[in-house]
T-cell receptor, first 114, second 111 residues
């Protein structure tokens, strides 16, 4: 079974631009979560999507948004990029039954904002 | 809110040494606990998990026991290898599907 895939793997943008990252979950997984990893703040939860609906949201500004499509693929968008948005963005998928299910992580997209 | 605290690294060991990485947590209820490992340039891989008190998670020679009385989930391995060099993250889920992570501990194993 193919794992979680994220595209692109690397991205360089300048301040003020916007960016869209993509995540394809493992086949059959309906939940997709996004995390930001930085040296200063560590790993922080951004949001989770399930059945095309945002189910949980972390403490990030409204510049960070996401969506999920009917095939469970998800995108996250960051508008008006700031230098502090430079990070590794990780996507994770799970079956998401009523009880907890193991989350499988993709390799991440490394975003650099200049 | 929930939080996870783990020992700061780097932890530097010689091959075949005993490893302990301490992890303690704060949660209002009864979380599930996890250890994830991140190799250079890669995403996170689940190493082991425990879903209730006194459960022991184990995988690839690594073990951790869910200790409710001390709110701890320390990671141990009896004999580390160079290939174990990575960053290790302790994490919990209390509700929903949101993982709360510790700050990570870098392990360096020398031959």
């Amino acid at each position: 079974k193919a794992g979680v895939t994220q595209t692109p793997r690397y991205l360089i943008k300048t301040r003020g631009q916007q960016v869209t990252l993509s995540c394809s979950p493992i086949s059959g997984h309906r939940s997709v979560s996004w995390y930001q990893q930085t040296p200063g703040q560590g790993l922080q939860f951004l949001f989770e999507y399930f059945s095309e609906t945002q189910r949980n949201k972390g403490n990030f500004p409204g510049r960070f948004s996401g969506r999920q499509f009917s095939n469970s693929r998800s995108e996250m968008n960051v508008s008006t990029l700031e230098l502090g948005d430079s990070a590794l963005y990780l996507c994770a998928s799970s079956l998401a039954s009523p009880s907890y299910n193991e989350q499988f992580f993709g390799p991440g997209t490394r975003l650099t904002v200049l | 809110g929930d939080s996870v605290t783990q020992m700061e690294g780097p932890v530097t060991l010689s091959e075949e040494a005993f490893l302990t990485i301490n992890c303690t947590y704060t949660a209002t209820g009864y979380p599930s606990l996890f250890w994830y490992v991140q190799y250079p340039g890669e995403g996170l891989q689940l190493l082991l998990k425990a879903t209730k008190a006194d459960d022991k998670g184990s995988n690839k020679g690594f073990e951790a026991t869910y200790r409710k009385e001390t709110t701890s989930f320390h990671l141990e391995k009896g004999s580390v290898q160079v290939s174990d060099s990575a960053v290790y993250f302790c994490a919990l889920i209390e509700a929903g599907n949101m993982l709360t992570f510790g700050g990570g501990t870098r392990l360096m194993v020398k031959p």
